[in-house]
Nanobody
Framework: QVHLVESGGGLVEPGDSLSLSCTASGLTHGTYAMGWFRQAPGKEREFVASISWSGGTKHYADSLKERFYISRESADDTVYLQMNNLKSDDTAVYYC???????????????????????WGQGTQVTVSS
């Protein structure tokens, strides 16, 4: 059974930085990609960033690319999200996700679409407030 566990959330002030991590377990052959999404109160879940197994392909939400940085350790299926200069609008539950596809899968993967991901973590709360 596949499990994704996020960590690193918390309460920070505007302008602060925060780093999230997520480790996937139970994957037989690793995963083709890993991604971060977030959901603020009263809003739909939105794409934040994603990264391929090798780390060579990264995608970011346009509004976040200047402040957020995604990286991963493929050896242990861990993905990180470095968030800088946080704003109150970044307050949300952050979810990590991965597809049920091995790193060797060949096809067109929709990195920014939530429905392309099969496994999800429980989420970690990030609150940005003074």
């Amino acid at each position: 059974q596949v499990h994704l566990v996020e960590s690193g959330g918390g309460l920070v002030e505007p302008g602060d930085s925060l780093s999230l991590s997520c480790t996937a377990s139970g994957l037989t052959h690793g995963t083709y990609a890993m991604g971060w999404f977030r959901q603020a109160p009263g809003k739909e879940r939105e794409f934040v960033a994603s990264i391929s197994w090798s780390g060579g392909t990264k995608h970011y939400a346009d509004s976040l690319k200047e402040r957020f940085y995604i990286s991963r350790e493929s050896a242990d299926d861990t993905v990180y999200l470095q968030m800088n200069n946080l704003k109150s609008d970044d307050t949300a539950v952050y979810y990590c996700a991965c597809p049920d596809k091995s790193p060797y899968w060949s096809g067109v993967f929709s990195y920014t679409t939530a429905s392309a991901y099969d496994y999800w973590g429980q989420g970690t709360q990030v609150t940005v407030s003074s």
